[in-house]
């Protein structure tokens, strides 16, 4: 399946120093410092690795803060702040806070439940533990590439319904939290879930910018459209498994000053819940995106209005 980078064009060193971290998915940049005025060539350089390589990883950003961040981010496109979940302080930044229950420890591709579900998503690091936390992304174009055409004939043609309010337990392992964390996961879902937003996606979309095929699942799905929920819950299984196969996969530990980018149109993410009660922070820039489309043209509906009533 190296097939799937080797497909994009070759990014040359002259323009950026780029060191493939796994062979399917995740490059490390070297020696790039991140902020609001880039140049264009080094942009254009920029979001073309992260088409070939799915997530990029950039060490050494210390320089970072909240303006600077948020000014990378709209190099990108227009940024968005959560939905539903308050950004800190006149930012649009979403924070997750261990202490305040901000655990992705579930696969998702994030905000999935909007019609338009973010195009890129950029996390840096600001409170990390000594070890542990690391992040895990998986490549969804590699995923549906690899199905046999039996499969792909099959998931071509699924639907499913995404929501905010998904049943968050059926996903989550128990990893014998604290009081303090069951009670900050608590109040998080209730800020969460505060108000219901749906949409009904593709299994597969065709991305926009490449035209390659990408299985759009994750955590936030409740159901395949038209299908029991037996039928349901043992196709997304058989989908899902392929998504999260370790190969599929790369796993980063953080370092302070590390960012994340990635490439939210063909991946799922998850983020190590094995930290215990040390504190970890990052804050994320989401850059919107497209209405999905699938492979018969037809693109996603909002279903946001239906569920609020
Ligand atoms: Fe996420």
Redesign the pocket.
């Known amino acids: 399946m190296s097939a799937v980078i080797q497909d994009r064009p070759a990014i040359t060193s002259s323009e950026l120093d780029i060191v493939p971290v796994s062979p399917r998915i995740g490059a490390e940049v070297r020696g790039l410092r991140l902020s609001g005025s880039l140049d264009p060539s080094t942009l254009e350089a920029l979001k073309a690795a992260l088409l070939r390589h799915r997530v990029l990883f950039l060490r050494g950003q210390q320089h970072l803060d909240d303006a600077t961040h948020q000014a990378f981010g709209r190099l990108w496109g227009e940024i968005e702040s959560h939905p539903t979940v308050p950004a800190p302080d006149g930012t649009t930044f ?1 924070e ?1 806070d261990s202490r305040h229950g901000g655990r ?1 420890d579930s696969w ?4 999935t439940f909007k019609v338009a579900p973010p195009k890129v ?1 950029i996390l840096r690091a600001v409170v990390l533990p000594p070890v542990g936390g690391d992040t895990v992304w998986a490549n969804t174009v590699a995923a549906y590439d690899a199905l046999p055409e039996e499969l792909k004939a099959i998931a071509d043609r699924l639907w499913a319904v995404h929501g905010n309010d998904f049943d968050y337990a059926e996903t989550r392992v128990d990893h014998g939290a604290s009081e303090q964390e069951a009670e900050g996961r608590k109040k998080y879902r209730a800020v969460f879930t505060r108000t219901v937003i749906e949409a009904e996606h593709p299994v597969v979309r065709v991305h926009p910018e490449t035209g390659e095929r990408a299985l759009l699942l994750g955590h936030f799905i409740k159901r395949l459209s038209r299908l029991s929920t037996s039928e349901s819950r043992h196709l997304l299984e058989v989908l899902q498994q392929r998504v999260v196969r370790l190969e599929n996969t790369v796993r980063w530990r953080w370092s302070p000053g590390d960012v994340a980018i990635w490439d939210n149109r063909a991946t799922q ?1 998850y ?1 190590l819940n094995d930290y215990g009660d040390q504190h970890r922070v990052v804050r ?1 820039v989401t850059v919107s995106g497209d209405v999905p489309v699938g492979v018969d043209g037809r693109s996603s509906v909002d279903l946001t209005a239906a569920a609020q009533q």
């Open positions: 979403l997750l992705a998702h591709t994030d905000v998503c993410h983020a994320r």
